[in-house]
């Protein structure tokens, strides 16, 4: 028996945030009658409540969308939740350890193929069927989104819903690393992507649905934007090492959020030198001054 989502009504918002209490552990939450929810039991900053696990019914069964944990807990909880319905595929929105850790598991349990971007990030998987954009599987479209990683993907259904993995969450921005890994301008680049699918419902990897589709993604693309804008009025005309910068630009950051940020701020300069306003030798970056 699945229990009722929707929108929480403690849930709250404020420009593109949205935010809820955190859901219940093990219990499949329904989204809509052929979609439901069940959330891992991996909280921390990076997860926020946890893993959403989707579970997504089409005409021969149901896939599994980021299995996350490997805790057998969450994976008896996602076979309860397939019901009747067999499980055919479980599709991977990107290699990051808190989506792939249950996918060999689950697998090998239900004897269906792991899939995924065809060219992993993660050296040690590779997907058992390799999905490029606009493949078809399972009744869901594959939208190719790199910038929070490279072997990102969303997957969208017929009638205008999109499981949006990291790349857009209505509770925190999504950390962009440097390259290889992730790209800032690639992150902008799909989220317009995203924006011009015209999509009804954003069902993201951490945190709530996300119904304000159009001021969620805008809201996203002006953050990211005007934080690109704060690190170049920030940035000191002398050289200075990433480490020094994060000591500049980032007060009262919990030990725990170091490295993301440290990461973040290495993918926007990567941006900036790329636009012609900064520049970097050895270990060092500078502002540009026209």
């Known amino acids: 028996m699945s229990a009722p989502l929707a929108n929480p009504p403690r849930a709250s918002r404020n420009g593109w945030r949205i935010s809820e209490p955190p859901p219940p552990y093990g219990v499949a939450l329904a989204?809509?009658?052929?979609?439901?929810?069940?959330?891992?039991?991996?909280?921390?900053?990076m997860?926020?409540?946890?893993?959403?696990?989707?579970?997504?019914?089409?005409?021969?069964?149901?896939v599994v969308i980021d299995p996350g944990s490997a805790d057998p807990a969450h994976l008896d909880a996602l076979v309860a939740a397939a019901g009747d319905r067999?499980?055919?595929?479980i599709i991977?929105?990107?290699?990051?350890?808190?989506?792939?850790?249950?996918?060999?598991?689950?697998?090998?349990?239900?004897?269906?193929?792991?899939c995924g971007f065809h060219a992993s990030a993660?050296?040690?998987?590779?997907?058992?069927?390799?999905?490029?954009?606009?493949?078809?599987?399972a009744g869901l479209r594959v939208l190719y989104t790199p910038g929070h990683a490279s072997d990102h993907i969303c997957l969208e259904t017929a009638d205008g819903i999109i499981f949006?993995?990291?790349?857009?969450?209505?509770?925190s921005t999504t950390m962009v690393p440097?390259?290889?890994?992730?790209?800032v301008q690639q992150f902008l680049d799909s989220m317009d992507y995203l924006l011009q699918r015209d999509?009804?419902?954003?069902?993201?990897?951490?945190?709530?649905?996300?119904?304000?589709v159009k001021a969620c993604i805008e809201g996203l693309v002006a953050h990211r934007r005007a934080r690109e804008e704060s690190i170049l009025t920030l940035l000191p005309v002398e050289p200075r090492t990433l480490d020094d910068i994060v000591d500049s630009m980032y007060h009262n950051l919990r030990p725990g959020l170091r490295r993301a940020a440290r990461l973040n701020l290495h993918a926007h300069l990567e941006k900036l030198e790329h636009d012609g306003r900064v520049h970097h030798q050895a270990d060092r970056w500078m502002k540009i001054i026209a």
């Open 31 to 45: 989204q809509t009658p052929a979609i439901r929810r069940v959330v891992a039991n991996n909280p921390g900053p």
């Open 47 to 62: 997860t926020g409540n946890g893993t959403n696990s989707w579970l997504v019914d089409h005409a021969g069964g149901c």
């Open 86 to 89: 067999p499980v055919t595929h």
């Open 92 to 114: 991977l929105t990107h290699t990051h350890r808190d989506h792939l850790e249950g996918a060999r598991p689950l697998g090998a349990r239900l004897g269906i193929p792991v």
């Open 122 to 137: 993660e050296p040690d998987f590779t997907p058992d069927t390799g999905l490029r954009d606009k493949d078809e599987i």
């Open 164 to 171: 949006t993995g990291d790349h857009v969450m209505g509770w």
């Open 178 to 183: 440097p390259a290889p890994h992730g790209s």
């Open 199 to 212: 999509a009804r419902l954003l069902l993201p990897a951490h945190g709530p649905a996300i119904p304000h």
